[in-house]
């Protein structure tokens, strides 16, 4: 699908110092992105970055490519302390569950998307050490957004087209 980004949220779009996620339609959102063979210096410094800028976006999850780094890299914070994970990867799904997403790449747009309720994943924390988790809910949806991140996949590849809509950020302070 392509997105028209009516006149009054064009300025979302813009990227500087102070807003440096990428936005749609850069290529990098839309490559795959290279696992991570060992967590180095530079991705930890990378990661702490990303969910400062993530917190500064008022997002609750960010993809390395979303920063223009196309390596298998997210951070999520649904609620409280922000997870840090490398080459996430979903072992088990169970369920499905609708709900709203909007995306730091696609500032002021929202739909609906169905996601697995419930995942079981397979990642390196930030440590760099082998970790499985059970997420569900809230949680689920961001790590699987996220993921689709790293694969160069959007929630408007899987969204209910009819229920897409424009909010500004400045009409509400959702997050
Ligand atoms: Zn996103």
């Known amino acids: 699908m392509e997105i028209v980004v009516p006149e009054a949220f064009k300025p979302l ?5 102070d807003r440096p996620i990428v936005k749609v339609p850069a290529d990098v959102l839309r490559a795959k992105a290279a696992p991570v063979a060992k967590v180095t210096a530079r991705h930890k410094h990378l990661a702490e970055n990303m ?3 993530m ?3 008022r997002g609750i999850g960010l993809a390395a ?12 914070a649904p609620e409280g302390s922000a997870m840090i994970l490398y080459n996430p990867e979903v072992l088990e799904e169970e369920g499905a569950a609708m709900g ?3 995306c730091l790449s696609i500032p002021g747009l929202y739909g609906d998307v169905e996601r697995p309720e419930k995942i079981k994943v397979k990642a390196l924390n930030r440590k760099g050490r082998d970790v499985e988790l059970v997420l569900e809910g809230i949680d689920a949806r961001v790590a699987l957004h996220e993921i689709d991140h790293l694969n160069g996949v959007l929630f408007i590849d899987k969204v209910d087209e ?5 909010r500004h950020p400045d009409d509400q302070d959702e997050d």
């Not at 779009?13 to 110092?17: I, L, V």
């Not at 223009?68 to 997210?74: A, K, N, R, W």
């Open 51 to 53: 969910v400062k800028i």
């Open 13 to 17: 779009f813009e990227q500087s110092d």
């Open 100 to 102: 709203e997403e909007g």
């Open 162 to 166: 009819s229920t897409l809509h424009w």
């Open 65 to 76: 490519p979303q920063v223009g780094v196309s390596e298998q890299l997210i951070v999520i």
């Open 55 to 57: 917190k500064q976006a």
